[in-house]
Protein backbone atom coordinates (compact mmCIF):
# COMPACT_ATOMS: atom_id res chain seq x y z
CA UNK A 1 0.00 0.00 0.00
CA UNK A 2 1.21 3.39 -0.68
CA UNK A 3 1.15 5.98 1.66
CA UNK A 4 0.25 9.52 1.11
CA UNK A 5 3.87 10.85 1.58
CA UNK A 6 5.43 8.23 -0.19
CA UNK A 7 3.44 9.15 -3.03
CA UNK A 8 4.02 12.49 -2.70
CA UNK A 9 7.88 11.65 -3.33
CA UNK A 10 6.84 10.01 -6.24
CA UNK A 11 5.10 12.70 -7.52
CA UNK A 12 7.81 14.80 -6.95
CA UNK A 13 10.41 12.82 -8.37
CA UNK A 14 8.34 12.43 -11.77
CA UNK A 15 7.05 16.40 -12.07
CA UNK A 16 11.35 17.34 -11.12
CA UNK A 17 12.32 17.48 -15.08
CA UNK A 18 8.88 19.48 -15.86
CA UNK A 19 10.16 21.95 -13.07
CA UNK A 20 13.63 22.04 -14.51
CA UNK A 21 12.32 23.72 -17.94
CA UNK A 22 9.95 25.81 -16.29
CA UNK A 23 12.68 27.29 -14.18
CA UNK A 24 14.64 28.00 -17.19
CA UNK A 25 12.21 30.29 -18.40
CA UNK A 26 12.31 32.39 -15.36
CA UNK A 27 8.95 31.59 -13.87
CA UNK A 28 9.04 31.82 -10.09
CA UNK A 29 7.71 29.51 -7.33
CA UNK A 30 5.13 32.62 -6.22
CA UNK A 31 4.10 33.19 -9.43
CA UNK A 32 2.54 29.29 -9.76
CA UNK A 33 1.21 30.02 -6.36
CA UNK A 34 -0.39 33.12 -7.27
CA UNK A 35 -1.76 31.61 -10.20
CA UNK A 36 -3.43 29.02 -8.54
CA UNK A 37 -4.72 31.18 -6.39
CA UNK A 38 -6.32 33.40 -9.02
CA UNK A 39 -7.58 29.58 -10.35
CA UNK A 40 -9.30 28.67 -7.05
CA UNK A 41 -11.09 32.17 -6.93
CA UNK A 42 -12.16 31.73 -10.35
CA UNK A 43 -13.61 27.93 -9.76
CA UNK A 44 -15.16 29.33 -6.66
CA UNK A 45 -16.83 32.18 -9.15
CA UNK A 46 -18.14 29.55 -11.93
CA UNK A 47 -19.13 26.63 -8.64
CA UNK A 48 -21.63 29.48 -7.21
CA UNK A 49 -23.11 30.30 -10.39
CA UNK A 50 -24.49 26.58 -10.81
CA UNK A 51 -21.39 25.77 -13.80
CA UNK A 52 -19.80 22.46 -11.83
CA UNK A 53 -17.90 21.15 -14.75
CA UNK A 54 -15.86 24.69 -15.48
CA UNK A 55 -15.60 24.94 -11.73
CA UNK A 56 -14.18 21.72 -11.47
CA UNK A 57 -11.62 22.22 -14.02
CA UNK A 58 -10.14 25.20 -13.09
CA UNK A 59 -10.39 23.74 -9.56
CA UNK A 60 -7.89 20.80 -10.87
CA UNK A 61 -5.87 23.28 -12.34
CA UNK A 62 -5.83 25.12 -9.11
CA UNK A 63 -4.81 21.91 -7.11
CA UNK A 64 -2.27 21.51 -9.91
CA UNK A 65 -0.31 24.48 -9.05
CA UNK A 66 -0.22 23.70 -5.53
CA UNK A 67 1.52 20.39 -5.68
CA UNK A 68 3.56 22.15 -8.90
CA UNK A 69 4.78 25.71 -6.82
CA UNK A 70 6.89 23.32 -3.71
CA UNK A 71 8.36 20.89 -6.36
CA UNK A 72 9.49 23.96 -8.38
CA UNK A 73 11.07 26.03 -5.66
CA UNK A 74 13.00 22.70 -3.90
CA UNK A 75 13.95 22.03 -8.36
CA UNK A 76 15.34 25.63 -8.69
CA UNK A 77 16.61 26.17 -5.27
CA UNK A 78 14.53 28.96 -4.50
CA UNK A 79 12.75 28.21 -1.24
CA UNK A 80 12.29 31.33 0.62
CA UNK A 81 10.36 32.04 4.02
CA UNK A 82 8.28 34.13 2.59
CA UNK A 83 7.97 31.62 -0.23
CA UNK A 84 6.20 29.30 2.23
CA UNK A 85 4.25 31.74 3.97
CA UNK A 86 2.98 33.13 0.82
CA UNK A 87 1.85 29.22 -0.31
CA UNK A 88 0.50 28.70 3.26
CA UNK A 89 -1.52 32.43 3.52
CA UNK A 90 -3.02 31.85 -0.04
CA UNK A 91 -3.64 28.18 0.35
CA UNK A 92 -6.76 29.10 3.21
CA UNK A 93 -8.20 31.02 0.26
CA UNK A 94 -7.70 28.78 -2.01
CA UNK A 95 -9.43 26.34 0.87
CA UNK A 96 -12.36 28.67 0.72
CA UNK A 97 -13.13 29.62 -2.71
CA UNK A 98 -15.00 26.51 -3.96
CA UNK A 99 -16.44 25.53 -0.96
CA UNK A 100 -18.07 28.94 -0.47
CA UNK A 101 -18.83 28.85 -4.09
CA UNK A 102 -20.73 25.55 -3.41
CA UNK A 103 -22.24 27.03 -0.57
CA UNK A 104 -24.10 29.95 -2.18
CA UNK A 105 -25.23 27.42 -4.68
CA UNK A 106 -26.61 25.80 -2.40
CA UNK A 107 -28.17 29.18 -0.84
CA UNK A 108 -29.17 29.82 -4.40
CA UNK A 109 -30.82 26.33 -5.33
CA UNK A 110 -32.47 25.92 -1.67
CA UNK A 111 -30.37 22.76 -1.01
CA UNK A 112 -29.78 23.41 2.63
CA UNK A 113 -27.39 19.65 3.09
CA UNK A 114 -25.35 21.31 0.10
CA UNK A 115 -25.11 24.74 2.27
CA UNK A 116 -24.35 23.58 5.57
CA UNK A 117 -21.76 20.55 4.60
CA UNK A 118 -19.71 23.62 2.67
CA UNK A 119 -19.91 25.47 5.56
CA UNK A 120 -18.97 22.67 7.82
CA UNK A 121 -16.07 21.68 5.35
CA UNK A 122 -15.00 25.26 5.44
CA UNK A 123 -14.57 25.32 9.24
CA UNK A 124 -12.98 21.90 8.98
CA UNK A 125 -10.15 22.76 6.63
CA UNK A 126 -9.41 26.06 8.42
CA UNK A 127 -9.47 24.29 11.97
CA UNK A 128 -7.02 21.47 9.99
CA UNK A 129 -4.67 24.04 9.49
CA UNK A 130 -4.69 26.39 12.31
CA UNK A 131 -4.45 23.23 14.42
CA UNK A 132 -1.20 22.23 12.89
CA UNK A 133 0.14 25.58 12.23
CA UNK A 134 -0.79 26.97 15.89
CA UNK A 135 0.60 23.49 17.89
CA UNK A 136 3.94 23.88 15.86
CA UNK A 137 4.03 27.62 17.21
CA UNK A 138 4.37 26.12 20.53
CA UNK A 139 7.23 23.32 19.93
CA UNK A 140 4.68 20.65 19.25
CA UNK A 141 4.42 18.74 15.36
CA UNK A 142 0.98 17.73 14.71
CA UNK A 143 0.91 16.84 11.15
CA UNK A 144 -1.58 13.57 12.07
CA UNK A 145 -5.14 13.34 10.59
CA UNK A 146 -6.72 11.06 7.58
CA UNK A 147 -7.54 14.06 5.60
CA UNK A 148 -5.03 16.75 5.15
CA UNK A 149 -5.23 19.41 1.91
CA UNK A 150 -4.10 16.84 -0.97
CA UNK A 151 -6.90 14.79 0.07
CA UNK A 152 -9.76 16.99 0.64
CA UNK A 153 -8.85 18.83 -3.09
CA UNK A 154 -8.87 15.53 -4.79
CA UNK A 155 -12.29 14.29 -2.98
CA UNK A 156 -13.45 17.37 -3.95
CA UNK A 157 -12.72 17.32 -7.88
CA UNK A 158 -13.79 13.97 -8.22
CA UNK A 159 -17.39 14.47 -6.41
CA UNK A 160 -17.93 17.37 -8.61
CA UNK A 161 -16.61 15.62 -11.50
CA UNK A 162 -19.28 12.88 -11.26
CA UNK A 163 -21.89 15.25 -10.13
CA UNK A 164 -22.17 14.68 -6.07
CA UNK A 165 -21.59 18.25 -5.08
CA UNK A 166 -23.80 17.73 -1.61
CA UNK A 167 -22.21 14.21 -1.17
CA UNK A 168 -19.23 15.27 -1.21
CA UNK A 169 -18.93 17.85 1.12
CA UNK A 170 -21.13 16.21 3.09
CA UNK A 171 -18.16 13.59 3.58
CA UNK A 172 -15.55 16.87 3.37
CA UNK A 173 -17.12 18.08 6.45
CA UNK A 174 -17.07 14.88 8.58
CA UNK A 175 -13.67 14.09 7.28
CA UNK A 176 -11.93 17.37 7.46
CA UNK A 177 -13.54 18.19 10.84
CA UNK A 178 -12.32 14.61 11.97
CA UNK A 179 -8.89 15.50 10.82
CA UNK A 180 -8.76 18.98 12.93
CA UNK A 181 -9.68 16.64 16.26
CA UNK A 182 -6.77 14.25 15.41
CA UNK A 183 -4.90 17.17 15.70
CA UNK A 184 -6.42 18.44 19.14
CA UNK A 185 -6.04 15.55 20.75
CA UNK A 186 -2.66 15.25 19.58
CA UNK A 187 -1.69 18.64 20.56
CA UNK A 188 -3.32 18.25 23.50
CA UNK A 189 -0.82 14.88 24.53
CA UNK A 190 2.32 16.48 22.67
CA UNK A 191 1.89 20.05 24.87
CA UNK A 192 1.05 18.70 28.40
Known amino acids: MISSSNFKEKTQEFLKPVAENIGSLGISPNAVTLTGFILSAMAGIFLALGNLLNGTMLLALSG ?5 DGILART ?3 TTKFGAFFDSFLDRYADFFPLAGLLYYGHLTGNEVLLLGSLFS ?19 ECKVGIFERPER ?4 ILGLLF ?22 FCALERLR
Open 64 to 68: ACDVF
Open 76 to 78: TKR
Open 122 to 140: ISGAFATSYARARAESLGA
Open 153 to 156: VVLL
Open 163 to 184: GYPTETTVLLALFSNLTALQRL
